[in-house]
């Protein structure tokens, strides 16, 4: 039962800075925007999340608008690694369950 | 190492055979789940428990259930297996903030 909404595939080239965007726009107040992205034969890994402010890790910059119903992974200077299938999802706190949509698979070229 | 750690990596079996997936964390986190992942990739909650304590039971066949000695492990039987029982299966493991919720490697079944 996913709440979110995001394009199937994006294209890049190595070394470019990518966007992902996720649509939300019945986010409820206590949810929370996660980012998981998964590489074939392996499980989901955890990429970054947050609430309401923009936020920041070695992986991405997560950028979410003000109105909280949409929010754009950013992925600088991606590589080869990178290219997997990207998870936007929400989640409140406590012991919840994710339910995981298609997400976006990112091809990266070289 | 901490994670979380799924054994087998891959099984193949034939219809209604039973088979039994393991999963192991080493993160000290107190609940564990269950997924499956289908052929298109979409992640489904099966069952999630919380020390030791069935908290979410989708509506899943009455062949899967769940099996936990411990808030560390959570295994996953299948009493007879079903040709769309094919699928990967995750396990995951989080704290109650979810900043911390981890998935294992899959185990990939195969029913033939």
């Known amino acids: 039962d996913a709440k979110t909404t995001q394009p199937d595939s994006m294209e890049s080239t190595e070394g470019e800075t990518v966007h992902l965007p996720c649509s939300h726009a019945?986010?409820?107040?206590?949810?929370?925007i996660y980012w998981y992205r998964q590489v074939p034969l392996q499980g989901p890994e955890y990429v970054t999340h947050?609430?309401?402010q923009n936020t920041t890790n070695s992986m991405a910059f997560l950028a979410i608008a003000s109105d909280r119903k949409s929010s754009t992974l950013i992925l600088p200077h991606v590589s080869l690694r990178d290219a997997a299938v990207y998870h936007c999802?929400?989640?409140?706190?406590?012991?919840?369950?994710?339910?995981f949509g298609k997400g976006t698979s990112l091809t990266v070229i070289p | 190492e901490t994670a979380v750690f799924q054994t087998p990596n891959y099984h193949v079996t034939q219809v209604g055979n039973e088979v039994s997936f393991n999963c192991k964390q080493t993160?000290?986190?107190?609940?564990m789940y269950w997924y499956k992942q289908d052929s298109k990739k979409l992640l489904k909650i099966m069952f999630s428990?919380?020390?030791?304590?069935?908290?979410v039971n989708e509506t899943v066949p009455r062949r899967f259930s769940p099996q936990s000695s411990d808030k560390a492990h959570l295994n996953l039987r299948i009493k007879s297996v079903e040709p769309e029982d094919s699928a990967v299966y995750l396990c995951?493991?989080?704290?109650?903030?979810?900043?911390?919720?981890?998935f294992g490697s899959g185990t990939r079944l195969l029913v033939i």
């Open positions: 995951a493991s989080s704290t109650k903030t979810n900043s911390d919720y981890t």
């Open positions: 019945t986010i409820s107040g206590n949810e929370y």
């Open positions: 947050g609430l309401q």
């Open positions: 999802i929400l989640s409140n706190t406590g012991y919840q369950n994710f339910y």
């Open positions: 993160l000290g986190h107190d609940t």
């Open positions: 428990y919380n020390n030791k304590q069935l908290i």
